[in-house]
């Protein structure tokens, strides 16, 4: 019930598509879900995140999307540009829960 | 500013030796985690400080040592360490437990 499902493991998107990453929960306690980049060598950057109260939320060209019924979420990245080349990982937690659990990731490649 | 620091960058130790990775933040955070990250995965959380004090331990083999010196410092002491605690070391911090973490740079650590 802890496990956040993510798909898929890879992804090629050319550049200026559309790039869809999407999770899964089964815990309906977890009430904050970010998506978190992370480039080859470095941490993880927190990117954009969402609290189960709203269905959408954008921040540039990133848009988490939010399905509470389905207990589904979904990260899309619009224009998608070579520099977006990196590794997602989503993940969910409860507020002052004991840890955040982490989908798998997927490895996004944006072809120029 | 939502800066973690890490150092060093970069460290390769003996079996036999005894080292410390340290992390650093000035965000006022009050709650700091150490994570492992082995290539291809997601961090795995080992150690979780809330306002200074040890509040999870994720099973982690005692060859691993948690401090907290202060709210802006974490400490990990490794000692007799195996070939496969070779990964990246991350810290991160937040303000509210489990929300918003943001992530230092990581130590590489090899141990041969």
């Known amino acids: 019930q802890q496990q956040v499902k993510q798909s898929p493991q890879s992804l090629i998107v050319q550049k200026g598509g559309i790039s869809i990453i999407n999770c899964a929960y089964e815990n309906t306690a977890f009430d904050y879900f970010p998506w978190y980049q992370q480039f080859p060598g470095k941490g993880p950057a927190l990117l954009i995140a969402i609290r189960p109260d709203v269905s959408e939320k954008k921040e540039g060209r990133f848009t988490i999307s939010f399905n509470k019924s389905a207990k589904q979420f979904s990260l899309h990245i619009m224009d998608s540009q070579p520099g977006d080349s990196a590794t997602y990982f989503c993940a969910a937690s409860i507020l002052n829960g004991n840890k955040l659990v982490f989908g798998a990731g997927t490895i996004l490649r944006v072809k120029s | 500013d939502t800066e973690v620091t890490q150092t060093p960058k970069h460290l390769v130790m003996g079996m036999t030796n005894k080292k410390s990775l340290k992390c650093e933040q000035h965000m006022g955070h009050r709650a700091m985690y150490w994570y492992k990250q082995k290539a291809k995965k997601p961090p795995e959380l080992m150690f979780v400080?809330?306002?200074?004090?040890?509040?999870i331990n994720e099973s982690v083999p005692s060859r691993f040592s948690p401090e907290c010196p202060n709210s802006s410092l974490l400490n990990l002491h490794l000692h007799a360490l195996q070939p496969e605690d070779s990964a990246l070391y991350l810290c991160?911090?937040?303000?509210?437990?489990?929300?918003?973490?943001?992530f230092g740079p990581g130590t590489r650590l090899t141990v041969t």
């Open positions: 400080y809330s306002y200074e004090k040890l509040s």
């Open positions: 991160a911090s937040s303000q509210l437990l489990s929300y918003e973490q943001y």
